[in-house]
């Protein structure tokens, strides 16, 4: 016996597919039947969107501009969404379109939110372009969501704003009041330390004028009187009173700069010698070696601008004081003294241009905030408001067609094949021959009887008639069953809302 291979070629499939109409036709239409009438039964939903236009203003924000990071537009996109979407805002909304009328408990409010956030759909389109769509079963409700929302968040951009100026502006004035604060501070302590050591005490130099002349008269006394007589007696007692005074006002010049914060440590000398603790230098006649000194001064100051005491380091500031002819001579300081008053004026400094540089930004915040009432700020164009939308976008019928269509070939094939599968009888002379390995010799065609042909007539007048009924149930479902379908379904929806299901 010999065993012949046989291969399947497409041909043998579509004559399967041809032989087993029947189960491949029947699956199919059946799928898109069913398909077709859920998709006519279910409720029709509706799309409103709008489109907005986001305007840059093209100029820099200066309302924070080096105090912090100005949010740019871009960035203001990215949080668009979720601004819009937020609770205050959708709150709002709910409000303003009375939806929480149903919503009796915090619960069933937070489940309309929650729903509102995740069926509201907000997208960018380009880069300055945002578009904001609802999907509702009521076409009214959605496109009255959408317009609702758009103008809700547009005036509270304008609010936002308006409260980011007013809370900048608030803020550069705090803190003009602190460098304010600072800078009359800087400005004491320099004044302090210049009274002190360049001696531009008003006070303190008319004195020591008056203890120099007084010190230059005494000297030429003493050439020709002796320390007793009377004028000499009553000069040295004017010259001892005018030092004392002048102390006691380089003391409270002191203690003035230490009740602002001073360094004490600076104004150590000055306190040591005003006290009388610094050690004073051998000399025969103290008073007269003063007069000599003070009269020496006077003779270099004429020479030259520059003051030169030539007295010995440990000298009192008595006579070191009389070194001070005006106001405008000044004496050397030391290292540590310079380091002081540098650090005086670097403060000084610093305090003054920022405080210059507050009042510069308060000036162009108060231009912004104005600019951002006018038409040139940051704006919300809308270029599409939400229409009443007339078609609805699901369901979709002809999409819903083409996909049953295809899931019913797929699931038609399938049971072809598989019917195909189960029949073990021979389907061709190739096929017999295959199976018992003989020579066929001739085939008998089917043969036809009146009762087959009466059986094919009913089937077809069954297939009309089944048509026919067909076109008259959709006929129904679109005049009846459809309004009533969509009315149960909202009622059905709100008695599950309100159950809490």
């Known amino acids: 016996m010999m065993q012949t291979e046989t291969q399947i070629g497409w041909q043998d499939y579509l004559a399967i597919i041809l032989r087993r109409r029947t189960f491949f036709l029947v ?3 059946i799928i898109v039947l069913v398909s077709m009438v859920v998709g006519m039964v279910l409720p029709k939903i509706y799309r409103a ?100 929302l758009t103008h809700i968040y547009m005036n509270r951009t304008v609010e936002t704003q308006s409260a980011e100026a007013e809370t900048a502006i608030t803020f550069i004035e705090s803190e003009m009041d602190v460098y304010q604060k600072k800078l009359e501070d800087s400005e004491h302590a320099l004044r302090d330390f210049k009274e002190l050591y360049v001696m531009q005490m008003p006070v303190a130099n008319k004195l020591n004028e008056q203890i120099i002349e007084l010190e230059v008269s005494l000297a030429r006394m003493m050439v020709e009187n002796t320390e007793e007589h009377p004028v000499v007696v009553q000069t040295k007692r004017h010259i001892e009173d005018l030092k004392r005074t002048r102390n006691d006002e380089v003391k409270r010049v002191i203690a003035t700069a230490l ?35 003070a009269y020496t001064t006077i003779v270099q100051r004429m020479d030259s601008p520059v003051v030169s005491t030539g007295a010995p380091e440990a000298a009192s500031l008595d006579v070191e004081a009389t070194g001070i002819g005006s106001s405008s001579a000044s004496l050397s300081l030391t290292p540590r003294e310079e380091q002081e008053l540098a650090r005086l004026t670097r403060n000084y400094d610093v305090h003054s241009s920022t405080y210059k540089d507050m009042q510069e930004r308060l000036e162009r915040a108060n231009i912004t905030q104005r600019l951002g009432e006018s038409d040139e700020g940051l704006k919300f164009k809308v270029l599409e408001p939400a229409r009443l939308p007339l078609k609805p976008v699901r369901p979709d019928l002809v999409k819903i067609f083409f996909i049953s269509l295809l899931l019913g070939l797929f699931v038609g094939a399938g049971a072809a094949f598989v019917a195909e599968y189960l029949d073990q009888s021979f389907q061709s002379s190739e096929e017999l021959q295959a199976a018992l390995g003989l020579p066929v010799v001739g085939t008998i065609s089917t043969i036809v009887t009146a009762d087959d042909l009466l059986a094919r007539r009913q089937r077809r ?37 309100r159950w809490n299901l």
């Open 461 to 497: 007048k069954d297939w009309v008639s089944w048509g026919i009924w067909k076109a008259r149930m959709a006929k129904l479902h679109t005049s009846v069953i459809s309004p009533r379908w969509n009315w149960l379904a909202s009622r059905l929806d709100r008695a599950l809302l």
């Open 259 to 293: 009740a602002r914060g001073a360094d004490p440590n600076i104004y150590q000398d000055l306190m040591d010698i005003l006290e009388g603790r610094a050690a004073l230098g051998a000399a025969s006649d103290p008073t007269l070696q003063a007069a000599q000194e």
């Open 27 to 29: 699956p199919c239409v």
């Open 49 to 148: 969107e709008s489109l907005l236009l986001v305007q840059d203003p093209g100029v820099v924000n200066p309302l924070i501009e080096g105090l912090a990071v100005s949010t740019s537009v871009g960035e203001r996109l990215r949080i668009l969404r979720e601004e819009m979407l937020s609770w205050s805002s959708l709150s709002r909304l709910v409000q303003e379109l009375k939806m929480d009328q149903e919503a009796k408990s915090p619960l069933l409010f937070e489940r309309l939110i929650k729903s509102l956030q995740r069926d509201i759909l907000v997208q960018m389109r380009g880069g300055e372009l945002v578009t904001i769509a609802y999907e509702d079963p009521d076409p009214k409700l959605a496109q009255q969501l959408v317009n609702t």
